[in-house]
């Protein structure tokens, strides 16, 4: 998910930022922006809104935001 990186960058909010939207740890975000591991769909779902784009462009199925 190099997009999840690009959008926190964007918006410069930290790994730690985003691991307290999901009450998860700072290096759980590292791995889901290294491919790691993968966000559920709950988690993705409050990723978009929160950067205000389409999980399709979150995961890169699409370019439209």
Not at 8 to 21: I, M, N, P, T
Not at 23 to 52: D, H, M
Request: no cysteine.
């Amino acid at each position: 998910m190099n997009r999840l990186k690009e959008l926190r960058l964007e918006r410069d909010v930290s790994q730690a930022d985003v691991g307290k939207l999901f009450k998860i740890t700072r290096q759980a975000v590292q791995r889901w922006e290294v491919g790691k591991s993968q966000p559920n769909i709950f988690q993705l779902i409050i990723l978009a809104k929160y950067f205000q784009v389409s999980i399709d462009y979150l995961v890169g199925w699409s370019d439209v935001r």
